[in-house]
């Protein structure tokens, strides 16, 4: 079984920048697709961006899209997630979690964070304003 452990988050200005990393442990990291989520107080767990066990595709969420990217380095059994222009609706926990399903590739069921088998604990990002 994958464990997955987060950091990189933070307080943070609005329009500043964070690069939230996730390390992995166990040998399936680089055949699984990876996926990024984040939840908000009050509010439910949304997707943020995922990419696939090689790193050529990715897929972000409309409110994230153009101001985040998702990557990973499969040597080093890790995902990360720079976010930048950062805005007080981005203030959540972001959770990391891997799919081991799918073979590794995005599909139609990516955005869904029921279909990720294992999660981080969470790491909180607050964007002042």
């Known amino acids: 079984q994958v464990q997955l452990v987060e950091s990189g988050g933070g307080l943070v200005q609005a329009g500043g920048s964070l690069r939230l990393s996730c390390a992995a442990s166990?040998?399936?990291?680089?055949?699984?697709?990876m996926g990024w989520f984040r939840q908000a107080p009050g509010k439910d767990r949304e997707f943020v961006a995922a990419?696939?066990?090689?790193?050529?595709?990715?897929v972000y969420a409309d409110s994230v899209r153009g101001r985040s990217t998702i990557s990973r380095d499969n040597a080093k059994n890790t995902v990360y997630l720079q976010m930048n222009s950062l805005k007080p609706d981005d203030t959540a926990v972001y959770y990391c979690?891997?799919?081991?399903?799918?073979?590794?590739?995005?599909?139609?069921?990516?955005?869904?964070?029921?279909?990720?088998?294992?999660w981080g604990q969470g790491t909180q990002v607050t964007v002042s304003s």
């Open positions: 990419i696939s066990r090689t790193g050529s595709r990715t």
């Open positions: 979690a891997g799919r081991s399903a799918g073979f590794g590739v995005l599909d139609i069921w990516t955005m869904r964070g029921d279909s990720y088998d294992y």
């Open positions: 166990g040998r399936s990291f680089s055949a699984n697709a």
